[in-house]
């Protein structure tokens, strides 16, 4: 293989295996941390820290080439990936941080190294290709771009965990050996780098640290956005990212692709971009079975507002990519310095979306504030860039900047006005509480948990998914007679305690200390219901598996996590700690809605494995408030085939058969969303 091939595998194959073990960290570590969509967010922080440690470190490395050798070694000591047990008493962004830094920030960090320190050989070597090695970034980014892709849609559905760790082993194995390929030869020893050129001023390195700080926090307010939408997973948390890498690739690739009138039509191109998305879309959803006009435009509506962040992304990514790119320098020793900025940029972004943001503006409900935090920066990167341009018009820039400044708070307010009368924002997402037409509501994101009649006399009557016209008022209806003890996991607003009935217990599982707060002091629910209630902080699925004792007739799953159940509520596994807390004869019914995935066939092939028998429900028109209905799909699993038949045979339900399904169950070793994508 040619000396510059062999260096281009070797970006490209480190970063390929670095993406690939973030992605399968931060899934493993959605069920212990609820699901949240901030998983993915704290995960970016603590990998942006890793990779400018790891340009510090790389730029001494190649000067001590056996002491880099030994650390090359150190990443199969942490192998397979195992998560560390869990800190006693810590919040939820310590225990992502401490996870993460004991399962994969050794290997992370060996990865991380490998641009700076093959980009200072190849720029020693005694080659003809020798070159300037900018391009080696290219291919670096290009390799964390396939791992975004193929993970996903690749590895994901196909490889189960342990097959996962030894495909990562093996690809190390050959990294590890390329990169020994690419060590010097005797004839070649390391030697320090000189000093011509001259050292990059303040300005230089200000405008390295803004130009890479921008896309970054661009980026993790795109994703912040996308995953409290849809949802948290690998699958959403891919396209952001890889959008995000392209444009590393098309602007530091040996010929850049930038051509210069992309600049100035990127605005029109936004536009029409974003009027193409939605009629193609809304097309192809428009003859979706079962759904309704108002589905159908809201898919649409969705899916197109998908691609038109994605494009936002490229398009702001590509402007200050180009100009980081443009800055770069030509000396080696300020080239790892230049490196050093770009990481510190991207952490800086990091932080100030990912935790000055949240922790600022807990009480402020609006995702509009990233947005916000994204603006200042990509103003600041401006002026920096183009300050003796701008001098001149300092003033008008001042007002642009002033103007800004008061729609971003017109935005945060926009909601007290709308009918919002309280908000937070935590590690688990963005909660409001809002006030219109006589009824109260309770969101996590843009998706509903709750309502109540603001009315005194009405407020014993459960609305929305839970009234007692939905399938779970049919189930309480035709199975609900004998229930005296009832698990719920998933509070809400309380709604499900308008159930519960004098001599019943019932047990409501949240993971979230806020939630609780919210629904005792917004919601009545929990103080009007005849029931003993009992409320257990913490993962429903672990505070379960901890319940010693504890026997249900009835087990109501109505986690959610932005618009979708966790996944780690629905494998197999989880079943078999459902089964073991539920009487012989009782029932687990489980709330499925979501507008793009259908999970009853994996239902389906769940309780053909386990051996139960299992029927769903789907609710498509939405009544008045007052009937307490809502479009939702619900789903029963029992032991106890008489009780099934009961809601299949009295209240219509549909009994769930897997046989001539595709869809497989899912386990906590391998479970993948594609199958279950429905459009």
């Not at 720029?123 to 900018?134: I, L, N």
């Not at 390929?181 to 004839?187: L, V």
């Not at 595709?662 to 391998?670: K, L, M, N």
Request: aromatic residues 12%.
């Amino acid at each position: 293989m040619p000396h510059r091939l062999r260096f281009q595998a070797l970006a490209f194959i480190g970063s390929f295996l670095a993406f690939c073990l973030e992605l399968a960290a931060a899934k493993l570590l959605l069920p212990r941390l609820g699901g949240s969509a901030f998983v993915w967010t704290g995960a970016m922080m603590f990998f942006q820290g890793l990779l400018l440690l790891a340009y510090l470190y790389g730029r001494r490395a190649p000067f001590h080439p056996r002491a880099h050798s030994a650390v090359l070694l150190l990443p199969f000591f942490f192998l397979p990936l195992i998560l560390p047990p869990a800190l006693p008493s810590s919040g939820p962004f310590l225990e992502l941080l401490w996870s993460l830094l004991r399962s994969v920030g050794v290997p992370f960090f060996v990865l991380s190294t490998t641009v700076v320190v093959a980009q200072s050989r190849l720029m020693r070597s005694r080659c003809a290709e020798r070159t300037d090695g900018y391009f080696l970034y290219a291919a670096s980014n290009a390799g964390a771009a396939c791992a975004l892709l193929a993970y996903p849609f690749v590895i994901e559905p196909l490889l189960a965990a342990s097959a996962q760790g030894w495909l990562w082993r093996g690809l190390y194995a050959a990294y590890a050996v390329l990169f020994f390929s690419c060590a010097p030869n005797g004839r070649e020893a390391p030697t320090e780098p000189a000093a011509a050129g001259r050292a990059p001023t303040a300005r230089e390195r200000a405008l390295w640290l803004l130009l890479s700080a921008a896309p970054c926090a661009a980026l993790l307010a795109a994703t912040n956005l996308l995953s409290l939408d849809f949802a948290a997973v690998p699958l959403l948390w891919t396209a952001p990212l890889a959008t995000y890498l392209l444009t590393f690739v098309l602007n530091f690739k040996r010929e850049p692709w930038y051509p210069e009138r992309l600049n100035r039509a990127m605005l029109p191109m936004f536009a029409v971009w974003a009027a193409l998305c939605l009629i193609p879309l809304g097309l192809a959803v428009w003859f979706a079975q079962d759904s309704t006009p108002a589905q159908i435009l809201g898919r649409a509506l969705d899916l197109g507002k998908f691609a038109y962040i994605l494009f936002a992304l490229f398009a702001l990514s590509m402007v200050f990519h180009k100009s980081l790119a443009a800055g770069r320098p030509s000396s080696e020793r300020a080239m790892a310095e230049y490196y050093s900025w770009i990481a510190a940029g991207g952490l800086f972004g990091s932080v100030l979306v990912g935790l000055a943001v949240p922790l600022l503006g807990r009480h402020v409900g609006a995702v509009a504030l990233d947005w916000a935090a994204v603006g200042a920066l990509a103003f600041a990167a401006i002026l920096a860039r183009d300050w003796e341009q701008i001098r001149p018009y300092r003033k008008t820039a001042a007002g642009l900047a002033a103007l800004a400044l008061a729609a971003t708070a017109a935005i945060s307010a926009a909601g007290s006005r709308s009918g919002t009368v309280y908000s937070l924002r935590n590690f688990y997402g963005i909660y409001s509480v809002r006030d219109q037409d006589g009824v109260r509501s309770l969101f996590h994101g843009n998706t509903e948990h709750g309502l109540q009649f603001l009315d005194p006399a009405r407020q014993s009557e459960p609305l929305s998914y839970y009234g007692f016209h939905s399938p779970l008022g049919e189930a309480s209806d035709a199975l609900g007679a004998g229930w005296r003890s009832v698990g719920v996991v998933g509070l809400g607003a309380g709604s499900i305690a308008a159930y519960g009935r004098r001599g019943m217990a019932m047990d409501f599982y949240e993971l979230d200390p806020d939630v609780v707060d919210m629904s005792k002091r917004w919601f009545t629910y929990l103080r009007l219901s005849a029931a003993s209630i009992r409320i257990v902080v913490g993962d429903g699925r672990l505070s379960l598996e901890r319940a010693e004792g504890a026997s249900y007739d009835a087990l109501i799953l109505d986690a959610f996590s932005s618009g979708s159940i966790p996944i780690h509520l629905l494998t197999k596994d989880a079943f078999a700690v459902y089964l073991r807390r539920l009487k012989p004869d009782g029932v687990i019914l489980l709330h499925v809605s979501n507008r793009y995935l259908d999970l009853r066939p994996v239902l389906a092939a769940t309780a053909l494995d386990l051996g139960l028998s299992a029927a769903a429900k789907r609710q498509l028109s939405a009544g008045l408030v007052e009937e307490g209905r809502a479009p939702s799909v619900w789903a029963a699993v029992s032991r106890d085939a008489a009780a099934i038949g009961k809601l299949v045979e009295k209240k219509g339900w549909r009994a769930l058969d897997a046989k001539g399904s595709r869809a497989t169950a899912w386990t906590d070793r391998h479970a993948s969303l594609l199958p279950a994508l429905s459009f």
